[in-house]
């Protein structure tokens, strides 16, 4: 009698621990997530075609910004134009950013037009790809990156044409801050 009482005990303790096991009331640890404080920072410069490392630039207008804010206070004596000064370290150089971006954009999307026509002349005698390996020498100087490396992934790294504008569109929309997925591509280029 006793070993059926153990061995029941111990039937009920492991039925128990496997519930317990199955229904655990503790939280599983959230996956770390990556928060890069600079990111928008980072992809106006790269928009703005600027070439300046984002720490560094963040880290030189807060000290711009606590220099020129100290200097202000110890020569007015008031707080809100040093403020103010201070303020302006910080938001001159990013409205210059986004001036800047702008003009690019304008600047890319007048080129298109031009290689847009270019290429409804050109498709009039030749297929689209010699169309587009032709535009390299004539392109506009905004956009001509973008042909040499089309140039580049079709005549050095022989890729199909579809293949090469995927991954010209891809750069490309990293240099423009849209992501390569987005909702306004058109999808697969063939």
Partial sequence: MIGLAAALALFAASLWMLVDWWCDSRPRPA????????????????????GWPADRLAGAMLAAAVVVGLLA?????????????????????????????????????????????????????????EALLRLRQSAPEAVAPVFAQL??????????????????HADDACRSGATPNDSSSTGPAN
């Fill in 73 to 129: 206070y110890q020569l007015l004596g008031w707080l809100v134009p040093s403020l103010f000064a201070a303020a302006f370290c910080i938001v001159g150089p990013i409205v210059y950013i986004v001036f800047r971006r702008a003009q690019r954009r304008a600047e890319r999307q007048e080129a298109l037009l031009v290689v847009l026509e270019r290429i409804r002349e050109e498709l009039e005698n030749v297929t689209l790809q």
């Fill in 31 to 50: 996956p770390r997530v990556h928060v890069d404080p600079l990111r928008r920072l980072r992809r106006l410069l790269l928009q703005a075609e600027l």
């Fill in 151 to 168: 140039e580049r992934d079709v005549t050095v790294l022989r890729l199909p044409l579809g293949d090469a504008l995927r991954r010209t």
